[in-house]
């Protein structure tokens, strides 16, 4: 998604698609909400933890012209409106949390996420603004002792930023329940040419985010055919996004304990799938798994 670093006279201006951006926050407000019920009454200290925070707010605007623009399939026809984004939006989930963690490497927008402080007074002193690259203070967090702690972590990239050995560390913790919009056509996709020729830093960057090199296996296959004349032909044939996505959940079966079948599928104006909206749990609890599961499915399912 393109964020745009705010201007002097635009300080808030944090620019989103359409639709799908709306549905993707409507699923996480739903489970932070069943989530803080739940553990409303528990001996464990929560935290909401926002990886790519922004500024708090995001702005739909009319259809983006800038030929700049790195993935125009973001840009939609929507007037001009401030909204709120996934930051202020945790902030107002009641029951509240006991901590709320917002990452973002831009110092510009660190210092807008100060500003929730004066929006909620009341929580001021339990929001924790953590300028830095999100895989490095994600994995600081996560080497902290989780024993007395839970957290639901929003893991929203700019791109292609978050990488395996993260959501490795997260799973880890057997205390985060993770949120991840992953890449699927709008990133991952874009990277697998059909001649299945693929540079090497493409690849570089698909191993860091997969954290595997079996996918070149696992998205091209070899395919023999005879032609009119009995001579054998060899094809290489591209997998599509849903063998792109279920290999990403296998992935994410690979290291958490508990992982939603079915994740929400982001699509475009054209319905073109964008991302896909993707659940885990760390704990290693049974029961602990089995009502974030069912929380997490029956949104799914439903929105």
């Not at 599928?265 to 993707?278: A, D, E, I, K």
Request: charged share 30%; proline share 5%.
């Amino acid at each position: 998604m393109t964020r745009r670093k705010p201007g002097a006279s635009d300080t808030k201006d944090h620019r989103f698609g359409g639709d799908w951006t709306t549905k993707k926050l409507e699923i996480l407000r739903n489970y932070l909400g069943a989530y803080a019920k739940v553990l409303k009454n528990q001996a464990f200290t929560t935290a909401y933890i926002d990886a790519f925070a922004g500024t708090g707010y995001r702005t739909l605007k009319q259809l983006e012209t800038d030929r700049s623009l790195l993935f125009p399939d973001l840009a939609e026809e929507a007037p001009q409106k401030l909204l709120e984004g996934s930051a202020k939006m945790a902030l107002q989930v009641e029951p509240r949390f006991d901590r709320y963690i917002f990452i973002e490497k831009d110092p510009d927008r660190c210092d807008q996420l100060e500003e929730l402080r004066s929006d909620f007074p009341h929580l001021a002193e339990d929001i924790r603004i953590r300028r830095g690259e999100a895989n490095r203070v994600i994995r600081d967090l996560c080497r902290k002792n989780w024993e007395r702690h839970r957290a639901v972590l929003f893991l929203d990239p700019y791109g292609m930023d978050v990488e395996w050995a993260t959501i490795e560390k997260v799973a880890k913790t057997g205390a985060i329940d993770l949120w991840v919009l992953f890449p699927l056509g709008i990133g991952v996709n874009r990277l697998l040419p059909r001649s299945g020729e693929i540079p090497a830093g493409w690849r570089n960057r698909l191993d860091l985010i997969l954290g595997s090199d079996d996918w070149y296996q696992a998205f091209y296959r070899a395919e023999t055919t005879t032609n009119l004349f009995g001579e054998e032909e060899t094809t290489l044939v591209k997998a599509g996004v849903e063998a792109i996505g279920r290999y990403w959940v296998d992935r994410l079966k690979s290291a958490f304990p508990g992982v939603a079948p079915a994740p929400k599928v982001l699509m475009n104006s054209t319905h073109c799938p964008l991302y896909l909206f993707c659940f885990a749990v760390s704990s290693p609890n049974p029961r602990a798994q089995a009502i974030a599961l069912d929380i997490a499915n029956h949104i799914l399912k439903s929105d």
